[in-house]
């Protein structure tokens, strides 16, 4: 089992900046992938960036050049620095752990932008 706590949402003007961390407990080191998801009122969940064991990074091309994920594995934590945030970009904020068996959710933090 994986636990996955996620902090760093809050309200921004557009065109500033937020850095989302999440914390990852439990059985870390069976952990393959991490990445951030986000889901806005009405539409469906979308993968926002994703990081894998090795440092290899996926972007959502909404988010290419603005938005970068990091991973500190000594601190068990991946970050989420979103620059240039739009009002598009207002919405929960989940992350994810994968590791062979399954996959695990944080709770969700809210980012919101105002325009």
């Known amino acids: 089992q994986v636990q996955l706590v996620e902090s760093g949402g809050g309200l921004v003007q557009a065109g500033g900046s937020l850095r989302l961390s999440c914390a990852a407990s439990?059985?870390?080191?069976?952990?393959?992938?991490m990445g951030w998801y986000r889901q806005a009122p009405g539409k469906q969940r979308e993968l926002v960036a994703a990081?894998?064991?090795?440092?290899?990074?996926n972007y959502a091309d909404s988010v290419k050049g603005r938005f970068t994920i990091s991973r500190d594995n000594a601190k068990n934590t991946v970050y989420l620095q979103m620059n240039s945030l739009k009002a598009e970009d207002t919405a929960v904020y989940y992350c994810?752990?994968?590791?062979?068996?399954?996959?695990?959710w944080g709770q969700g933090t809210q980012v919101t932008v105002s325009s």
């Open positions: 439990g059985s870390i080191f069976s952990i393959n992938a």
């Open positions: 990081i894998t064991s090795g440092g290899s990074t």
């Open positions: 994810n752990a994968d590791d062979a068996m399954s996959g695990y």
